[in-house]
């Protein structure tokens, strides 16, 4: 049987990617970032160790204590823990830190893949184990877009794409092809509500792959969270890239958006 290392962040995709890894035949060995992760994810994996999200020498050296040669990131690190938290990093985090040429999400990112392919562990695809949750293509509620809902589309799809080339975010807040917000380091759901107020009502909403997303980490994902913030600003219209972006909860979520009167679409250009 293949051990898969799983690093887990916040939310519902940890839980996705065990059950479906372990459906596929793996072993799966949780590293659990604290204070980030689920506390039932021990439920969902073989074997776990809580710890700390700040310490990277601790979690490479526990998965390789487990035998694990491939694992898998999934869950959300926010980014704002470097600057707002009491999480002190160990020294194998610090020497990375001063590496990078700056804290974009990609530098971050590709740089941990390094270090864990120096002690021989190669990040997979996160949606290699969240495959059946990638966002469709086309009308996903039964409240169809007006024409100036798809010109708000086509111009926040563009502006999207750009922010993601720039590394900055991937989610706009649109009304009459203006830009209300743009996701930063906040996240997709702050950004949501920012824009959302500045609309007023009737907001746009656009999440996008990076033009080069690289899909072992920092997927686009959309969960109950992000429908409950566009609800509380009365958002109006959600589109997400089609098959470049996973969708946790879909039914959940349709059914709370088709009672909103929200629309969903997996958009492709």
């Known amino acids: 049987m293949k051990t898969l290392g799983l690093i887990a962040g916040m939310g519902e995709l940890p839980k996705v990617v065990a059950t479906e890894a372990r459906d596929k035949g793996y072993k ?3 590293v659990a970032l604290e204070p980030l992760a689920d506390k039932n994810l021990d439920k969902y994996v073989d074997g776990i160790k809580r710890i700390s999200v700040g310490k990277l020498g601790e979690i490479i050296d526990s998965l390789k204590k487990s ?11 926010p980014k704002s823990l470097l600057y707002k938290s009491k999480i002190i990093p160990d020294l194998r985090a610090v020497k990375l830190l001063f590496t990078l040429k700056d804290h974009s999400d990609d530098s971050i990112m590709l ?15 996160t949606t290699d184990f969240s495959s059946g949750l990638l966002t469709p293509e086309g009308l996903l509620t039964e409240d169809s877009l007006s024409e100036n809902e798809w010109k708000d589309v086509a111009f926040g799809w563009k502006i999207a794409k750009e922010i993601g080339r720039l590394d900055i975010g991937q989610t706009v807040v649109i009304k009459d092809q203006a830009v209300m917000a743009i996701e ?3 996240g997709t759901d702050e950004a949501i509500l920012r824009g959302g107020r500045l609309a ?23 969960g109950v969270n992000t429908m409950k913030a566009m609800i509380e600003v009365n958002a ?34």
């Open 28 to 30: 799966v060995i949780a």
């Open 184 to 186: 930063a380091i906040e």
């Open 111 to 125: 740089a941990i893949a390094k270090e864990l392919e120096k002690d021989g562990i190669i990040l997979l695809n």
């Open 200 to 222: 007023c009502e009737g907001a746009v909403i656009v999440k996008v792959s990076k033009p080069k997303q690289d899909m072992r980490f920092d997927v686009p994902v959309v």
């Open 236 to 269: 109006r219209v959600l589109a997400v890239e089609a098959n470049k972006s996973i969708l946790l909860q879909r039914e959940k979520i349709i059914k709370e958006a088709n009672e909103a009167g929200i629309s969903i679409v997996g958009y492709k250009e």
């Open 67 to 77: 035998g694990v040669k491939e694992a898998v990131m999934a869950g959300k690190v």
